[in-house]
């Protein structure tokens, strides 16, 4: 497998889901890391364990500021740009933040790397860039109307991205994340996804509550095949992989009603009890898709990539980080 080693990266929203994850992996292949993070949606205790390790640098600021970005991308090899304000709830109640972040944040990093020498920039791009387009399953090449102000920022991302490859001469791969789930995912907060959501609420005893009649799916992804596929994509040297996007996901579906069935039988193993908890159901999210499905073909082909997880493999790890960490907590 092509992994990154030897090498000063720097990980925008380091100390969030995704991006404390990659550098999990990064610092056991002998790379100097730096993360960047202001902590608005990343948890201190993301990155607890790596500050007393030599080849990890905390930088505490915001991608909206271009100083904090001059100074994050001093020196260094490799970009993975993780940050962003994710949710399209999010983005639907509050378009203003979520453009200011996602768009002139990932400007800022843009530039700051241009001008410190960074060649090489894989950034998070995202499913949601799919919009209106009902195709299935995706193909990176078919796109459709934005339905969220979330998507409408990383779409332009991409639009960025292909104007910096083109004008500076820069390397950037964009990859549109499925639905990633896994360890560190926050279950508590106001936009919280809902893998972690339906998780603590049947381990509380309460009802998952579902939008719409769940018959909606995803190409539900876990996040060890989003570390692999950035690292992939940090090292690809083939000219045709390098300046476009990729799908990461399974290249599989499950319904929301599958998803809760499945949690449900996981759990039960632990709690007897959450067998007997019926969903509840409400209207549908303003902005939502109502099937996600991805073609991994390209970046199979072009990158290597081939996902160490299917969806169960990755539930059944994701439970067990989540078990504890609410048994830790209570």
């Known amino acids: 497998m092509s992994i990154i080693k030897n090498k000063k990266v720097l990980v925008t929203g380091g100390a969030g889901f995704i991006g404390s994850n990659i550098i999990g992996k990064l610092l056991t292949q002998n790379n100097e890391v730096v993360c960047l993070d202001n902590f608005a949606t990343g948890k201190r205790e993301n990155i607890a364990n790596y500050l007393t390790n030599s080849s990890f640098k905390l930088i505490e600021g915001d991608i909206r500021d271009l100083l904090v970005c001059r100074e994050a991308t001093k020196d260094i090899d490799i970009v993975l740009h993780q940050a962003a304000l994710g949710s399209v709830p999010r983005s639907v109640n509050d378009p203003l933040t979520s453009n200011a972040v996602n768009v002139g944040g990932f400007l ?6 241009r001008d410190a020498g960074v060649k090489r920039i894989v950034y998070a791009a995202s499913s949601s860039t799919y919009g209106d387009n009902e195709q299935l399953p995706k193909v990176e090449d078919h796109i459709g109307q934005p339905l969220s102000p979330y998507a409408v920022t990383k779409y332009v991302n991409e ?10 001469g820069m390397e950037l791969i964009g990859l549109r994340y499925f639905n990633v789930f896994g360890p560190r995912q926050d279950p508590d907060g106001a936009y919280a996804a809902v893998i972690p959501l339906f998780v603590k609420s049947l381990i509380n005893g309460v009802p998952p509550k579902i939008n719409g009649d769940g018959s909606f799916s995803r190409d539900f992804t876990y996040v ?3 570390v692999q596929a950035n690292e992939r994509a940090a090292t690809v040297h083939t000219k045709e992989a390098i300046n476009t996007v990729y799908n990461v996901a399974c290249g599989s579906r499950v319904s929301l009603n599958e998803l809760v069935a499945s949690i449900k039988e996981l759990l039960t193993e632990y709690q007897p009890e959450v067998s007997a908890i019926i969903p509840e159901y409400g209207p549908e999210r303003v902005g939502d898709v109502p099937h996600s499905l991805a073609s991994i073909e390209k970046a199979k082909t072009l990158l290597g990539y081939c996902p160490s997880h299917q969806f169960h493999d990755g539930l059944k790890e994701a439970i067990g980080w989540y078990r504890d960490f609410f048994i830790m907590r209570d």
Do not use: K, T
Request: proline share 0%.
């Open 159 to 168: 639009l960025y991205a292909s104007v910096f490859a083109r004008v500076y």
């Open 108 to 113: 800022n990093v843009l530039v700051a790397a």
């Open 224 to 226: 060890a095949n989003v």
